[in-house]
């Protein structure tokens, strides 16, 4: 089993529309998580730490389910500019961090 | 404030040359990293310095070394280049391995015939 796994997509969608990204992890004593973006041959970027009460920033929301070792992305509104591959992102053993494959979204007018 | 810098940004050599990517980062950050990124396999670690004077192996270090020449830089290093190391490679920085975020630079997109 993979350490983190993701759904490679594409997801295609049209401006406004609501999107989400699922994540699981393999690692029951991971800590930290994550999601970054990366846009086409740009380097990852963070978009949002992943906290236990969940989060939220604007139109993005992030949630984590230690239970399930399972962690979302919602985004809402969706805009041109959110075209990317999302990567999910969690820690290992406190020293490195493990990356997803990526998720690639693409948001059409 | 110019973050974590990489040079060279392109790269082309042939199979046994020998080339050193150069990375440094002005954020003051304990940890720096090397990543490599193919096509449909993601990011992986190839080595990490948690701190100065340290190195560590990461996911896939065959055919690399790495030096933390100082806080500020770390290099890494193809010995005898292969064309299995054609790549993307992406070096990082963070100041706590375990929580924080991890900057990136540019990326140096290296193809060895």
Known sequence: RKEVEQDPGPFNVPEGATVAFNCTY????????????????????????????????????AQLNRASQYISLLIRDSKLSDSATYLCVVNQAGTALIFGKGTTLSVSS | NAGVTQTPKFQVLKTGQSMTLQ???????????????????????????????????????????????????????????????????????????????????????????
């Open chain 1, 26 to 61: 393999s690692n029951s004593a991971s800590q930290s998580f994550f999601w970054y973006r990366q846009d086409c041959r740009k380097e990852p970027k963070l978009l949002m730490s992943v906290y236990s009460s969940g989060n939220e920033d604007g139109r993005f929301t």
């Open chain 2, 23 to 113: 990375c440094a980062q002005d954020m003051n950050h304990n940890s720096m990293y090397w990543y490599r990124q193919d096509p449909g396999m993601g990011l992986r670690l190839i080595y990490y310095s948690a701190s100065e004077g340290t190195t560590d192996k990461g996911e896939v270090p065959n055919g690399y070394n790495v030096s933390r020449l100082n806080k500020r830089e770390f290099s890494l290093r193809l010995e005898s280049a292969a064309p299995s190391q054609t790549s993307v490679y992406f070096c990082a920085s963070s100041d706590d391995p375990s929580t924080d975020t991890q900057y990136f630079g540019p990326g140096t997109r290296l193809t060895v015939l």
